[in-house]
Structure formats: structure tokens, C-alpha cells
């Protein structure tokens, strides 16, 4: 027998987005964001609502950055979705997080997040909030990378936000080889 818990925002799992900006004086911004995901081959699509800092920089300057929260942040991370830079403008401050510009678009990288995705903005709807960005580079600090070049996921630890319990999980171990598992059925 199933429950049924009505329409809510539940997915699972949820990424827990960091997303990164310049406000009109040049400070970098971030704010934690959990509705989005991958919507096109190189796009990505976030629910912002209108009223954050973060979407008004995002539309001034064109472009914006999506860090992948990790385990080793969580602190921090969590700081950044709680208080908002309408009301602090140097948040990032507190975090203690190092900024490196971008360099393929105008937004900023924060070096303790080990992966980024660096975007252009496509478009920007206030009445559904949804934020639409050209994936233009993906990048991924050294030390996550496992022996064949590519990401590690367990040398990364990323988090996944558990919206019915209001926490941040580890995601676990692997389970299966995608594209090749369910060839056992056919």
C-alpha cells in the first residue's frame, strides 16, 4: 500500500545547487538553490524566484555559475540558501570561501566547491521563476578526479538535499553500470 502525500516539491534525488554571481559592484554572490536540473544537451534550467539578489544579478550580467554542493561544505553551503544578499551583500565573507573569476563567462567560481558549471543566460521568466542557462564549461578541481581523468564521485561527495526531512545526504555507492545492467532484460 502506497501514501499519498499530496502535490509537494519532492524528488529525490535533489541536487543542491550552489549558484554563483556578480552583483553591480563586482562582490560575488551564491545562493543554494534545489528545483534544477539538466533541461537540453548543454542547458540547465533553475527555479529562482524574482525577489533573490542572485536572480536580479544573474539577468544584469548575463551569466552565472552552478557549483555542485559537497560534503565537506555543508556549513557553508546551507549559510548561503539561509541569508540573502538583499540584506548582506558580502556574504560570501562569512563563508570563507575563495573567489576565482570565470574564465568563459562573467560570474564567479567559489575554489572550495570542486565542480562548476559556467553559464550563459538563455533566458529569465519572472512569473515561473524558471532560469535557463547555456552550459558553455564544466570544470572540476584535480583532486576529484579519479585515475581515468574523469569525476569520482566518491573522491567528490556530493549532496543531495532530502526535501521531507529538511537534510543533506551523502549520495552512496554505486549500484549498477548504467547503458549496460538492463541489457540482462532484453
Known amino acids: 500500500m502506497r501514501k499519498n502525500f499530496g502535490a509537494q516539491a519532492m524528488l529525490y534525488p ?17 545562493m543554494n538553490a534545489a ?4 533541461s537540453e544537451e548543454t542547458q540547465i534550467s533553475i527555479c529562482i524566484d524574482c525577489g533573490h539578489k542572485t536572480a536580479k544579478n544573474i539577468v544584469a550580467r548575463g551569466a552565472f555559475t552552478v557549483s555542485i554542493a559537497d560534503g565537506k ?5 546551507d549559510y548561503v540558501g539561509i541569508v540573502s544578499a538583499n540584506n548582506l551583500p558580502d556574504k560570501i565573507k562569512k563563508t570563507g570561501w ?3 573569476k570565470s574564465e568563459f563567462v562573467d560570474a564567479p567560481l567559489f ?7 559556467e553559464c550563459k543566460l538563455i533566458g529569465y521568466d519572472e512569473e515561473s521563476c524558471r532560469l535557463v542557462g547555456e552550459i558553455v564549461n564544466v570544470c572540476a578541481d584535480e583532486n576529484i578526479l579519479g585515475d581515468d581523468g574523469k ?3 566518491k573522491k567528490f561527495c556530493p549532496i543531495t538535499f532530502d526535501p521531507a526531512h529538511h537534510t543533506y545526504v551523502k549520495l552512496g555507492d554505486t ?7 538492463g541489457l540482462k532484460l532484453k
Open 73 to 77: 561544505n555543508v556549513v557553508a553551503c
Open 98 to 100: 575563495h573567489v576565482t
Open 35 to 38: 528545483w534544477g536540473g539538466i
Open 111 to 117: 575554489d572550495e566547491l570542486p565542480m562548476a558549471l
Open 14 to 30: 535533489m541536487p543542491v545547487l550552489i549558484i554563483g554571481s556578480f552583483d553591480e559592484n563586482g562582490n560575488p554572490d551564491a
Open 175 to 181: 549500484v549498477g553500470k548504467a547503458f549496460s545492467d
Open 151 to 153: 569525476i569520482d564521485l
